[in-house]
């Protein structure tokens, strides 16, 4: 009887029908798992299949998997970036992107968060070097917010410099079509590389991807680390991401049920007197400020049978805490007028709503 709303199942595609039973049928047809990296006996007709399938899904030449989206944002610039050219990244981009940058080489550039004009100091300042990557979060995963794409691509443009960007919480959902931040911000032929996972909207089990130019993908394949070293996707959890893509592409009426959502939930908690962060995304950080408040805010909201989590410093800067409430497809209005019901219920209790 509990509703959960702090899960990355945007789409509700985990639990879909059709989703697991693709993945029982892989999972009877192809094996447990295939006891290698791809290189040697890990790669099957599927995997080469869901490949394919990304590709055509993000309208990119080509597509490599990983066992996670981490692996694919660790794999990726060093093996792209050598020490002559510089990589410029977003200060609040996602820890994975972190830790691979810092396994290369390049000269680290670091902007302020969604600072086009501190972006554009910097690729100046980088036109001393050979190539230039800006790397950013499509959507931000603590704050809700969506990266200014098209000013990136822009800037990119007169810097000559390549866009890549992580879209985890974009990829499935954002856009017309739910192919993500690209799509919806009208850059889908300006970003040269997308990373994501398909742990989140596309099935919530496991696995990520890098998805872009050809010559890039063939290069990861052979030198991106993780994709060398690590075991291939288990078949089962190829099929469930293989069934979600297919989905997806069958209609966009389950990527557009999203908006609609979100935008009841932060219209309806704005009016009950609520700081939400970010904008038109289905995470909604109900901003409290004090720790405290948040947990003791979010065990009470568990009581009342909604599942929340609050977040604090070292995960959000000091006096920043907040629940973050995240919108899937698959909650009815009513699910969350009952969620907004019981903020308000323990806003009040608790001192965060007059
Ligand atoms: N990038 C972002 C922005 C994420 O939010 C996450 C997951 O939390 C990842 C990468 C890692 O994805 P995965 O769970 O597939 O490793």
Redesign the pocket.
């Known amino acids: 009887g509990i509703l959960n709303f702090c899960a990355n199942n945007y789409l509700g595609l985990s639990s879909h029908p059709e989703v697991i039973r693709a993945a029982v049928e892989a999972l009877e047809k192809f094996g447990a798992g295939l006891s290698s990296v791809r290189f040697i006996c890990g790669t099957q007709s599927i995997h080469k299949d869901l490949e394919e399938k990304i590709a055509r899904f993000h309208q990119r030449e080509d597509a490599i998997l990983y066992a ?3 692996d694919a ?1 660790a794999g990726i610039f060093e093996a792209l970036l050598t020490p002559e050219d510089a990589v410029l990244s977003d200060e609040l981009n ?1 820890a ?1 992107i972190i830790d691979g940058i810092r396994l290369c080489k390049a000269n680290k550039y670091r902007y302020k968060h969604m600072d086009m004009q501190d972006l554009e100091a910097k690729l100046q300042d980088a036109q001393k070097h050979r190539l230039r990557l800006v790397a950013t ?1 499509g959507a931000f ?1 603590m704050d809700g917010d969506i990266a200014p794409l098209r000013e990136i691509c822009q800037l990119a443009e007169k810097y000559n410099a390549l866009v890549f960007i ?1 879209e ?2 974009a990829t499935g959902f954002l856009g017309p079509n739910g192919r993500g931040t690209d799509e919806l911000l009208g850059v889908m032929d300006k970003v040269t590389i997308i990373n994501s ?1 398909l ?1 989140k909207a596309l099935g919530g089990a ?3 991807y890098t998805t872009g130019p050809k010559p890039l993908i063939d290069l990861l394949r052979q030198r991106s680390r993780p994709y060398l070293f690590s075991n291939s996707l288990p078949p089962a959890v190829v099929g469930c991401a293989s069934k979600a893509l297919d989905l997806l592409m069958e209609s966009n009426a389950i990527a557009q049920s999203m908006a609609a959502k979100t935008q009841r939930f932060r219209s309806k908690m704005t009016a009950a007197g609520f700081t939400i962060s970010g904008k038109d995304h289905p995470i909604c950080p109900v901003m409290l400020g004090d720790a405290r408040l948040a947990s003791v805010m979010a065990e009470d909201m568990l009581n009342r049978g909604i599942y929340v989590i609050g977040f604090s410093y070292p995960v959000v800067p000091k006096g920043k805490a907040r629940i973050r409430v995240q919108i899937s497809a698959v909650h009815s209005d009513e699910d969350i007028d009952r969620c907004v019901e019981a903020f308000t219920e323990v806003g009040r209790k608790h001192g965060a709503l007059p």
Do not use: L
Request: overall charge negative; aromatic content about 6%; hydrophobic content about 10%.
């Open positions: 996670s989206c981490f944002n996602h994975s979060d995963s992580d985890c919480h996972t742990g496991a696995g990520g």
